[in-house]
């Protein structure tokens, strides 16, 4: 598989004038040499690189590519194509699915995994999303369970709208085809133009969530939080190479308040310190995955639809504080029939209805997590079994059900919290946070 990096920014906001964007030093190398280098070692040894704007400067750097291992096409384009304009121009070399990376990202991505997932799942092409702490001015996109990209939602977007939070992070593997929707003349942009276009148009694209590091750090002050993530060693931290400690969190009664069963977006109601409690997460760099129990839908009080927007609403409310879920697991099952609208095919004994550890074992393998180091926070005791069925430790919460449900045995929690904030101060002190 070829990777083409975009190179053509003219990185003006950060200053430069004898170089283009792609070649910002980022703790004294060029940036454009860190994505040669990641590229390569992921394996991708045919790169194409897309300039522009001082096109001289990068090809002098990389020449051929030999000198870095690699083997490197120079496209210039003559005038700005936009990112879709520019890959349309280089079409004659892309004839199998290739990578697509932006030459002002700084990240640490298992790129043969995402290329992998790609060949699984098919369509015109598959983009790396993820949460970010400001969803209200990003273009934003709902995916399927079947992680299919269902909608688009550009930027701007209304006053007090409810925001599903998931963003694509400017990294794609795309088939030849997608290049088909990309007029044939003048400037184009994927993100704002192709791909709400192939999904208007029924055609499939993948969204690949992960918590891997992928942020662009085209302004000073986004090239300085880059350079201290380097540093700090976060993006390393953050890459499926390592196995590393999550945070789980129930939905009902911990994230929300428990009112038996959310039917409706507006029925939603955030618990109080929810947003702060969740951003202290976020700030430390452990992912934070909601695991929640829905059997309402297997009883045909919800639909998945309605949920999406349920948890669009809990998305919203979060990011009021700035804060984010870095995935979500829902069990939609229910072990026992009898309701007047079920849905019979989800009426099972399934394996991720809490108390088993399903969707934790699930969120394990998708993000490559250490459950023994993991935690996660409930406030059934259904919640803290589950946890120590797949090996991690759990806090019981004095909201919500505070631990009462009859129907569950119950089982010892590692520490008992009155709030959610008391708790995430535990665990982020007990993973040494
Ligand atoms: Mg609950
Ligand atoms: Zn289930």
Redesign the pocket.
């Known amino acids: 598989m070829k990777a083409v990096v975009l190179c053509g920014g003219k990185g003006t906001r950060l200053g430069l004038t004898d170089r283009p964007k792609a070649m910002v030093p980022v703790a004294g190398r060029p940036l454009l040499e860190r994505l040669v280098e990641d590229v390569r070692d992921a394996g991708f040894t045919d790169i194409v690189l897309l300039t522009g704007h001082l096109a001289e400067v990068i090809e002098a750097h990389f020449g051929d590519g030999s000198a870095f291992g690699v083997r490197i096409a120079h496209v210039r384009e003559g005038e700005p194509l936009g990112t879709a304009g520019a890959v349309r121009d280089a079409r004659h070399l892309l004839t199998e699915p290739f990578l697509v990376l932006y030459g002002d990202t700084l990240l640490d991505v298992d790129l043969a995994r995402m290329a992998a997932f790609h060949a699984e799942h098919g369509g015109l092409g598959t983009l790396f999303v993820h949460p970010n702490d400001h969803p209200h001015d990003s273009d934003l996109l709902v995916a399927d369970a079947d992680h299919r990209i269902r909608r688009f939602l550009p930027k701007p977007h209304p006053d007090g709208a409810i925001l599903p939070n998931l963003v694509s992070a400017a990294l794609y593997v795309l088939d030849p085809a997608a290049i088909d929707a990309v007029p044939a003349d003048g400037a184009s942009d994927w993100g704002r133009d192709i791909f709400p276009a192939i999904v208007a148009a029924g055609g499939r694209l993948n969204a690949y969530r992960s918590v891997e590091y992928v942020k662009d750090i085209g302004t000073p002050a986004r090239l300085a939080k880059g350079e201290a993530d380097l540093a700090s060693g976060r993006v390393a931290r953050l890459s499926h190479r390592h196995a590393k400690p999550a945070l789980f969190l ?5 994230l929300n308040v ?1 009112i038996n069963g959310v039917h409706r977006a507006q029925d939603l109601e955030l618990m109080p310190d929810a947003g702060n409690a969740v951003r202290r997460a976020n700030a430390a760099g452990i992912p934070v995955i909601c695991v929640t129990n829905q059997p309402d839908i297997a009883k045909g009080f919800l639909t998945e639809e309605t949920l999406g927007e349920v948890m669009a609403a809990l998305d919203t409310g979060l990011a009021a504080a700035g804060a984010y879920l870095d995935d979500i697991f829902v069990c939609p099952h229910h072990p026992e029939r009898g309701w007047p609208g079920e849905v019979a095919a989800l009426k099972i004994d399934c394996d991720c209805r809490k108390p088993k550890p399903g969707m934790l074992l699930a969120a394990a393998e998708r993000h490559h997590l250490d459950l023994s180091r993991s935690w996660l926070i ?3 005791h259904a ?1 803290i079994a589950a946890a120590h069925a797949a090996g991690a430790r759990a806090v019981l919460l004095r909201t ?2 505070a631990g009462t449900d009859a129907g569950n045995r119950r089982a010892d929690p590692d520490h008992v919290a009155a709030t959610l904030t008391d708790a995430v101060a535990f665990v982020m002190k007990a993973m040494g946070q």
Request: proline share 0%.
């Open positions: 129930d939905r009902d009664g911990v428990e409930g406030d059934r919640d919500g059900h």
